[in-house]
């Protein structure tokens, strides 16, 4: 395939309406005789519901009507979980509570009003009683014996065990030799935080006995599915819509309250109905990410060879399941190895719940966790033995190769750790920052060099291991003037699909980039999708558009091949041409599609026009990898972190459009690098949300990161025929880790091992004053 | 959060304690207090406008006192909701003889819950700080016949 | 995110202004770049009855020279003051504080009076009022007065403005001969506000002693305050580095502490010396020809 498109820096087909503000979102739907909801939130973490007196707001202007759960009960389904692991305990998850409230945010009531502002101040007239139950929301406390329970029905507080275990640990723990680590790692809750907060506008229309629904979604047509169950509905009559999402990170792979809600009203009145979540709601009531409590046992040898890992993870789930809450933790145990042949796992996750928000897919959703863990045992066992971490990263590398299998029994599609740490050490100056290191510790100054070697699971997933499928659908279409449709089942939104789809299809069939448009996220124009989510959407999504296009040039070849009277396989299709190699025989790509549409000669057995579709069916997830150096320098009087130098290698693969990858990787690393210093979405004792508004939630932002060098290296996945693996949480997985690797590094003079996240300075002062790291 | 400190009043310590348990003078002590009815099992059902500057919310509630030892000390209970959120709180306030006055000294905790406890945290400790402080100020006008703070204050800062 | 009813006026002139808030008293707020009140009001915790929009009273928005005072009006953005070229050469501590306030968007929006009217406990403009000495005009119905800056300031967010009164505009002395400034600031990762900020204005005479120095500080108590312990060990004594540090070592001595999610009452403390050290040593480098 001679490249002219993919592999180029092209600019974002998105770009123009999103940047003059002409693209439209779901509150930039209007449509006549809209009505408005608005809720009514506990702010208890756990209460019974004694009484809901909505009689005041039923009075006011605009008001038509107040729901509360028991209006809803046995009329509107449950907020669905898709995942299915054995022993999983399911409480009921009403969209609306039922009896009992057990997280702050969790709706109670809704009022529908013919005005959104209408909506809001009635919803501040509904008075409920509530009686208090205690609060759980520490992990420890949640799994004791004697702790109260969330849900009674279920007996305690843990949704599941899930046990992994590979290796021979009676040969570990035999060992006398082999050194030993104890560690507990808290992996915070952050929010996703999505720019565009999540929204929905749900229309019934009676006469035809259909519901559309456009809602701020990553995933349609699995929402389309969910709500007609929900509902009750024909899925047929069912169609949903994700106009312009303006991001997700995860956060809209999931199917809330609200959109059943709004789907239910909608319904009742047989008027469009609509619901734009305000940013206090968005950091209570949108699910939110990691959670993590891990007690790790590191079994090592002298020379820096890890052999065994133990690791207990407590996962904060939150209240209730949403769609994949449970998943998300099973993802930390099977990437905990890392990037690093350890012949011994043995992983206990406990799936815990309390009286918080559930946790759900952050970018990243379980490796960033995962690789923080494992990323972290490598620097602790380099301190311990007084190495370099890179020797000990050297150490514990497989060779390069493909299809590498780790005592958890994860198959790595290919790998060459070596030559991205090799390629980012050279391009930091790794020495020499070494160098500069051992100077300023001399002069009292602590300079911090942080690695990570992370390698991810990504381009989700074969089926047979994902909750609702792993495929993906893709539909090329030529129209009868020439120009190229593309339909993906996947959503994007945000990642910049429209413009490296169109980069494949154009350099597949030869023709203009400017002549290929991409569609997505409607269910009545697409035929079938999942979705975008677990950097699929290229490697799963791309990969079905590959397909289908090549059905596309089977069928126009075998056109082009009468008209010529050449063989199909010896035409290419290039500059709008079909033609021979050598080009002494060829005919206008037009003239071809002119062919298949008014069908005068089709060749016997061809049907007209010119539209196909294809359902990837991966055979493997992908692993893409990285090594990354970060460079911080604590001021030593107030612990400020001061971040000076990030560099990045990572391998995501065959890279379509590096603009796309730099993009990514840049946003992926400010969202790691602020878990890593400054956000943390806090709950007090009582499950009462104290980083309510970003007054407090601390979001990355621009002005607080250095320039970050990046750089690639190719390693091609045999896994689909584009070789891409997937680029959309690399930076956040890989980056968290390298700070804190960085920083622990920089105050490694003082004896400290490990300062939970986020490094905040008050924390690091504690340590530079010769004090117990954690009181903050 | 934990609500601590003590105050210097220059009234002898009955005044004290008789003034504390005066419905009259406690509701015109108590900031932005509206409402201030006792009920028969000795409780108060309160309306109060309280909050920092324009940062005002009313809340209804109900502040109950408990093991009263006259003239030495009580515990009070207070819960309340608005439209701002909830709030339940417990504390024992002593009295003791001091410097020709009477010490008042406060030791309680404080749960905020709802709106106020989510974007409020930064000043949370503070506000609360400052309207003890505005309780004291004027409850000290409402002593009889002696002069308003004449000895100084002796508030201590609150820890979390 | 949406306020409850309010009914909104757009007075013309500041005499209509101060007609209104005569008229509407408590049920009335006044609003000024709005970038306090507008996010307290949409989460319902001020809900004015009447809002009072200062923002078309352009005669307070100016900054000006005159009978050796710089006069700052009420209404001027923090932009106007960080991109004004007059501070910058006679009174670069405003343009320093100003480049620490928010982001671009606040900067071009929040105005100096807003942000002092309002009092947050961590807000930059109130410590470096304090530290340039500087004056607060206040016009009502019956004629205008002049607040210093060190009586200003009354508690959290509680300042000495009666009602009634519209705070019009600022004025300070320029810097002085051997005279050095700075503002200093540790930023709230989230919010941008000041964990701990530090203005400090130092004059030395010709003996090269600090002759004077005054040191404002926000974001450690209820309300920013003159480190006045800190000015007291100063003046009148050569500027040594250990003077610095040990008289730094007082910069919240007696101030009720603030403790939250990010910093602990301790640290802030620890913090305030630090940041009151580093801006007076930046304060004399500049002040030392």
């Not at chain 1, 756990?46 to 202007?61: G, N, V």
């Not at chain 1, 809330?256 to 619901?275: D, H, I, L, N, T």
């Not at chain 2, 503070?126 to 000290?140: E, I, L, N, P, T």
Request: hydrophobic share 40%; proline share 6%.
């Amino acid at each position: 395939m001679s490249s002219k498109l993919l592999g180029e820096r092209i600019k974002r087909k998105e770009d123009p309406r999103l940047i003059q503000g002409r693209s439209h979102y779901v509150d930039d739907i209007q449509l006549c005789g809209m009505l408005y909801l608005a809720f009514v939130r506990s702010p208890h973490a756990h209460a019974e519901i004694k009484a809901i007196h909505s009689e005041a707001a039923q009075k006011m202007p605009g008001v038509l009507a107040v729901y509360t759960g028991a209006d809803l009960e046995g009329r509107l389904g449950l907020i669905p979980c898709a995942a299915g692991m054995e022993g999983l305990k399911v409480p009921p998850h009403p969209c609306l509570a039922l009896r009992r409230v057990r997280y702050v945010g969790e709706p109670v009531a809704v009022v529908v009003a013919s005005g959104r502002y209408q909506a809001v101040d009635a919803a501040a007239q509904v008075e409920v009683d509530y009686e208090p139950l205690p609060a759980i929301t520490d992990l420890d406390k949640a799994v004791s014996s004697d702790s109260p329970v969330i849900h009674e029905s279920l007996g305690d507080n843990i949704a599941f065990v899930a046990k992994l275990e590979g290796g021979d640990w009676k040969a570990v723990e035999s060992d006398a030799s082999l050194k030993v680590i104890r560690q507990r790692l808290v992996n915070q809750r952050l929010a996703p935080l999505s720019m565009e907060t999540r929204g929905v506008v749900a229309s019934y229309s009676p006469g035809e006995d259909t519901l559309t629904v456009w809602s701020s979604t990553q995933i349609p047509h699995l929402l389309k599915t969910q709500l007609a169950v929900m509902t009750g509905m024909d899925e047929a009559r069912v169609r949903v819509i994700a106009p312009e999402v303006g991001g997700a990170f995860g956060s809209k792979l999931n199917v809330y309250a609200e959109e059943g809600v709004a789907c239910f009203v909608s319904r009742q009145f047989g008027k469009p109905v609509k619901w734009i979540e305000s940013r206090r709601e968005n950091l209570m009531a949108t699910i939110h990410g990691r959670d993590q409590i891990d007690d790790l046992e590191i079994y090592f040898r002298p020379d820096g060879k890890v052999m065994g890992l133990k690791c207990h993870i407590l996962a904060n789930l939150g209240a209730y399941h949403q769609l994949l809450t449970p998943a998300i933790p099973t993802l930390t145990a099977l990437m905990i190895l890392g990037c690093y042949n350890i012949p011994a796992v043995f992983v206990e996750t406990k799936g815990v719940f309390t009286n918080t928000m559930s946790t759900d897919a952050y970018r990243g959703a379980g490796r960033p966790e995962a690789t923080y863990i494992i990323e972290r045992v490598m620097d602790m066992v380099a301190r311990e033995l007084n190495l370099d971490p890179v020797e000990v990263r050297l150490k514990n590398f497989p060779p390069p190769g493909k299809d590498i299998v780790l005592a958890t029994g994860v198959s790595y599609d290919t790998a060459n750790y070596q030559k991205t740490l090799k390629k980012v050490l050279t391009l930091s100056g790794y020495k020499k920052l070494r160098r500069e290191q051992a100077r300023l510790r001399k002069k009292g100054k602590y300079l911090g060099i942080g690695l990570s070697t992370y390698v991810e699971i990504c381009a989700m997933g074969p089926s047979s291991r994902m909750p609702a499928g792993g495929w993906e659908s893709g539909t090329v279409r030529v129209e009868p003037t020439g120009k190229v449709t593309v339909l993906s089942g996947t959503s994007p939104h945000g990642q910049g699909e429209e413009t490296s789809f169109a980069q494949i299809v154009a350099e597949e069939l030869g023709v203009p980039y400017d002549d290929v448009t991409v569609y997505h996220g409607d269910t009545n124009q697409v035929p079938m999708g999942i979705g975008t989510f677990g950097s699929r959407t290229t490697a799963v999504g791309g990969t079905a558009i590959y397909h289908a296009a090549q059905r596309i040039k089977k069928k126009m070849a075998r056109l082009a091949a009468v008209k010529l009277g050449a063989k199909p396989s010896e035409l290419v299709f290039r500059d709008g041409k079909i033609e021979t190699e050598d080009g002494s025989k060829s005919v206008k790509f037009g003239e071809v599609v002119g062919e298949a549409y008014f069908a005068k000669q089709l060749p016997p057995g061809l049907a007209p026009g010119l539209v196909e579709n294809y359902v990837f069916e991966p055979p493997n997830y992908t692993y893409p990898f990285g090594a990354h150096v970060a460079v911080v320098e604590i001021d030593n009087e107030t612990g400020e972190v001061n971040l000076r130098n990030y560099f990045a290698v990572d391998d995501c693969g065959r890279i379509l459009n590096p603009m796309l990858v730099d993009g990514q990787i840049h946003g992926g690393l400010a969202q790691g690098i602020g878990q890593a210093l400054w956000e943390e979405h806090v709950y007090d004792e009582n499950g009462q949300l104290l980083t309510g508004t970003l007054m407090d939630c601390a979001a990355p932002r621009a002005h607080q990161f250095c320039w970050f060098e990046t750089a690639n290296t190719e390693t091609r996945t045999p896994v689909n025929p584009l070789g891409v693996k997937g680029v959309g949480e690399a930076g956040t997985i890989g980056s968290t880790p390298a700070i804190v690797n960085a920083v622990m590094d920089a105050l490694r003079p003082l004896g400290v091992r490990h300062i939970d996240m986020p490094l905040k300075p008050e924390k690091i002062w504690q340590v530079l004053r010769g004090g117990s790291p954690q009181v903050v | 959060m934990k609500v601590e400190g003590s105050r210097q009043l220059a009234a002898p310590r009955e005044v004290v304690y008789r003034c504390l348990m005066d419905p009259l003078s406690l509701a015109q002590a108590l900031p932005g207090c509206e409402k201030l009815d006792p009920q028969p099992d000795g409780s108060y059902q309160a309306t109060l406008k309280i909050g920092i500057a324009s940062i005002k919310g009313t809340y209804q509630g109900r502040v109950q006192i408990l093991d009263a030892l006259p003239p030495e000390s009580f515990r009070m209970k207070i819960e309340g909701k608005g439209a701002g959120g909830f709030l339940k709180g417990e504390g024992t306030i002593s009295l003791t003889v001091q410097n020709g006055g009477t010490l008042i000294s406060y030791s309680g905790e404080v749960q905020i819950g709802g709106m106020i406890a989510s974007v409020g945290q930064r000043m949370m400790q503070a506000a609360a700080q400052q309207m003890v402080q505005q309780f004291f100020d004027a409850f000290s006008h409402q002593l009889p016949a002696v002069q308003p703070d004449a000895v100084n204050s002796g508030g201590l800062p609150p820890s979390t | 995110m949406i306020p409850e009813p309010f009914e909104y006026h757009s007075p013309q002139s500041l005499e209509e202004a101060l007609r209104l808030v005569t008229e509407f008293g408590e049920e009335g707020k006044m609003m000024a770049g709005g970038h306090s009140l507008l996010p307290m009001m949409k989460l319902r915790l001020a809900s004015p009855r009447h809002v009072i929009d200062l923002g078309r009273l352009s005669e307070l928005r100016y900054i000006r020279e005159s009978d050796g005072w710089i006069e700052i009006g009420a209404l001027t953005t923090h932009f106007q003051i960080e991109s004004s070229s007059l501070l910058r050469e006679k009174c670069p501590l405003l343009p320093e504080t100003a480049r620490e306030i928010g982001d671009a968007q606040v900067r071009n929006l929040g105005t100096l009076g807003g942000s002092l009217a309002h009092a947050d406990p961590a807000a930059d403009w109130p410590a470096a009022i304090l530290a340039l000495d500087a004056e607060i005009r206040a016009n009502s119905a019956g004629g205008e007065r002049w607040i210093a800056a060190q009586d200003f300031f009354v508690g959290l967010m509680t300042t000495a403005l009666a009602p009634g009164e519209i705070l019009t505009a600022v004025r300070l002395p320029p810097l002085p001969r051997r005279a050095g400034d700075t503002y200093l600031k540790l930023r709230q990762p989230a919010s941008g506000f000041a964990v701990v900020g530090v203005g400090v204005r130092l004059a030395l005479n010709e003996a090269a002693h600090i002759e004077r120095v005054a040191i404002g500080v926000t974001g450690i108590g209820p309300k920013a305050y003159r480190a006045a312990a800190v000015e007291r060990e100063l003046l009148g004594k050569p500027p040594t580095a250990r003077r610095l540090a040990e008289a730094a070592a007082r910069a919240a001595d007696g101030v009720q502490t603030n403790s939250d999610l990010f910093a602990s009452a301790e640290y802030r403390k620890h913090l305030a010396s630090v940041y009151v050290r580093r801006a007076l040593e930046l304060a004399l480098e500049r002040a030392n020809p």
